[in-house]
């Protein structure tokens, strides 16, 4: 079952590499929000969307209260965000 994001706060951070860098935030919406409040990416139960509808990735527990967005291709698995509770 899904998280729903829509009831608490979360980091979302890069999960490429070295880099953990806040890419923004889930303020009780559904919506990740950079510092400035732009809409970056839409979550729709165990997806996330760009805001352009483009898929991201699935979203898939990786320990308590924390997530991984990560897509699959023929070249493997990749981990794009990753999202902690506040």
């Not at 308590?64 to 981990?79: E, K």
Request: aromatic fraction near 8%.
């Amino acid at each position: 079952m899904p998280t729903d994001f829509s009831k608490g706060r979360y980091i979302v951070r890069t999960a490429r590499g070295y880099s953990t860098d806040v890419v923004g935030r889930i303020d009780e919406d559904e919506f990740v929000r950079d510092p400035h409040n732009k809409l970056l990416y839409r979550i729709d139960d165990d997806m996330v969307f760009d805001m352009q509808g483009g898929a991201v990735g699935i979203i898939q527990a990786s320990g308590p209260g924390r997530w991984l967005v990560s897509s699959r291709d023929p070249s493997g698995i990749t981990a794009h965000l990753s999202i902690q509770e506040e």
